[in-house]
């Protein structure tokens, strides 16, 4: 392909070329034209030479025809010109270079015709009698001495040929010379004013390709100028643009991918056109796997893949639950929702995937909750209301019995009481209700309280309450509640510890940097221990290891829930080890210094 620069040098040159090739013809014809009168123009003035100084005799005479045509020969020698005396009836009596007799009657002949008076006439054709072109003069001439006719004189233009043949070479050669140089010049006209046009062609390609950096640099105030100036604008809109586009674009993919839902949707022709992070995982699959791909290659999740399908057949908005399982189960809302443009096009479906699992469990654990509260609540209300019902009915006379149900109607009454108190104070702890009221806590002070309170307990069966507890060691956090979150640890432990067993609180420090460190508070037993198969729900509400233990204890089964919460308003993590038969260690890790927010 010719490019803008050598297609406008070839258009420069051919005009160039055309116009010195039409200059060039012309100074031709002007020169042969020119040269060609100015022969014209001797040859008259020779036949008026001719007409003052020739010896005329009438034509009419017995020798007149080879005088003159002596006299012919005699002036061709001296004139270098063919001449011809002609009657005035056209009849040749004289010729130069042919005998008179065999020679046509000229009176027809176009430089006859044309000298009539005082005027030469003259005309150039080829002559068949000596196979040249010629060049013909002719006048009339009339003399005193008898002879009126006409003197023609005629010369060959071969001359006049070779003369113009140099000038061609002559001017060609000056042509070719000044072509090249219209050549050499068009070219550089052609570059400089396709230079600029090169230029913005080269930027608006690497626009095209995506650098829209590139900028015209050109200091012209003319149309190029004005249009490099317009590529600038325009690249600088575009970039501004991509970048709203690409902002709006991470934005989108920054939402979607953090969404807590799952995304997918399948565009009219059936072909997945978008997953989130959430549907990957739900779906257990990356997307380039089914990006661009049917959606029956969701076959694996074969649920899903039946609801996609119920939804694009449907193509209205859809809502149903499914249990899962994969490989645990799961339960899953997918919603579909039909997308259709303004003009009602149907563009496909979108569908959402919400992992509801632990939704439906809280729901179930809350109905359990209503049901345990109900049953723990019925049985001591039970007691005091038949003991109740007994003493007024006036059954009992023996002072003693009637003292001991009055004991067992205070001791129920006592656990309605805290059972009331625990439902209430996990309620608020739940609800993020209860105000932390941070300050530095001297740890070893704390235990050494809490083991004042709780010796009783352990030497009545006769446990052994022991510590590791560096002595300076402080942390910040809630005083009371932490007393809170220890009490129940240890009454747990000696409530199942047997009698002579131990109960051990163990603190250290973890962590290397400041804002790292944390402390971990081990509190471990040597108890009955906690089957595998109950530590993963120890800390749900009214959940028992052993049933009959805890009541006879008088432990209202919200103990290690309440734990468990204070602990995370804390921002501390709890766990537990246990093996039956040899004992429980719980472990709490709280951090040294607490972020805590503006809640005290």
Not at 236 to 245: A, G, M, P, R, T
Not at 494 to 500: C, F, H, N, R
Not at 554 to 576: A, P, Q, Y
């Amino acid at each position: 392909m010719k490019t803008f620069r050598t297609r406008l040098t070839i258009i420069l040159m051919s005009l160039v070329g055309i116009s010195m090739l039409a200059a060039g013809l012309t100074m031709a014809q002007l020169f042969k034209d020119s040269h060609i009168r100015a022969l014209e123009e001797n040859m008259a003035r020779e036949i008026n030479l001719l007409e003052s100084t020739f010896p005329f005799i009438s034509p009419d005479g017995d020798n007149a025809v080879e005088f003159y045509t002596a006299k012919a020969r005699e002036l061709d020698n001296l004139t270098d010109s063919r001449i011809t005396f002609i009657n005035l009836d056209g009849t040749v009596i004289g010729d130069s270079e042919m005998r008179p007799e065999d020679m046509d009657n000229h009176r027809k002949r176009e430089e006859i015709q044309s000298a009539s008076g005082a005027s030469v006439g003259s005309a150039i054709r080829h002559s068949e009698t000596i196979g040249q072109d010629m060049l013909y003069v002719a006048r009339h001439v009339k003399s005193d001495t008898g002879f009126d006719g006409y003197i023609r004189l005629s010369m060959s233009l071969e001359a006049v040929g070779k003369e113009l043949n140099k000038g061609w070479y002559l001017m060609a050669g000056g042509l070719l010379l000044l072509f090249l140089a219209a050549a050499v010049v068009s070219y550089r006209v052609a570059a400089g004013l396709t230079r600029p046009l090169e230029h913005i062609t080269k930027v608006a390609n690497r626009i095209s390709g995506l650098d829209y950096d590139a900028r015209v640099n050109l200091n012209r105030k003319d149309e190029i100028g004005q249009l490099g100036q317009t590529i600038n604008g325009m690249a600088d809109s575009l970039q501004q643009q991509l970048k709203v586009i690409h902002d709006n674009e991470d934005l989108m993919q920054s939402v979607l991918a953090n969404m807590t839902g799952g995304i997918l949707m399948v565009d009219c022709f059936g072909r997945v056109a978008l997953i989130n992070r959430e549907a990957e995982r739900i779906l257990h699959l990356r997307g380039e796997q089914i990006l661009g791909k049917p959606y029956q290659d969701l076959k694996r999740n074969y649920e899903f893949m039946k609801f996609v399908e119920e939804g694009i057949t449907a193509k209205e908005l859809i809502t149903e639950e499914r249990n899962v399982y994969d490989p645990e189960e799961l339960i899953l809302q997918f919603d579909g929702v039909p997308m259709f443009e303004d003009d009602g096009s149907y563009r496909g479906m979108l569908f959402l995937l919400q992992d509801v699992t632990d939704i439906r469990r809280l729901e179930v654990m809350r109905s359990e909750f209503v049901a345990n509260v109900s049953h723990e609540l019925k049985t001591p209300i039970a007691a005091v209301k038949g003991f109740a019902e007994t003493l007024l009915a006036g059954g009992v006379k023996d002072e003693e019995t009637e003292r001991s149900f009055l004991q067992i109607i205070h001791d129920e009454g006592e656990r309605l009481n805290r059972l009331i108190g625990d439902i209430l104070e996990l309620s608020k702890i739940e609800s993020k209700r209860v105000p932390l009221e941070y300050a530095p806590v001297h740890l070893k002070e704390l235990f050494d309280s809490i083991f004042e309170m709780l010796q009783p307990a352990a030497t009545k069966k006769s446990i052994v309450m022991l510590q590791n507890i560096p002595e300076h060691l402080f942390i910040e956090g809630d005083e009371d509640r932490l007393k809170q979150i220890f009490m129940n640890l240890l009454s747990n432990a000696i409530s199942y510890t047997l009698e002579g067993g131990k109960v051990r609180v163990d603190v250290e420090v973890l962590g290397e940097a400041e804002e790292e460190e944390k402390v971990r508070v081990t509190v471990s037993d040597t108890g009955i221990g906690i089957p595998k198969k109950d530590l993963p729900r120890i800390f749900e509400r009214f959940y028992r290891v052993d049933k009959a233990r805890s009541r006879s204890s008088g432990g209202t089964g919200l103990g290690l829930s309440i734990v468990k919460h204070l602990s995370e308003l804390h921002r501390g993590t709890l766990r537990v080890e246990s093996k039956v038969g040899e004992g429980s260690s719980f472990i709490l890790e709280l951090p040294f210094m607490q972020q805590h927010e503006d809640e005290h």
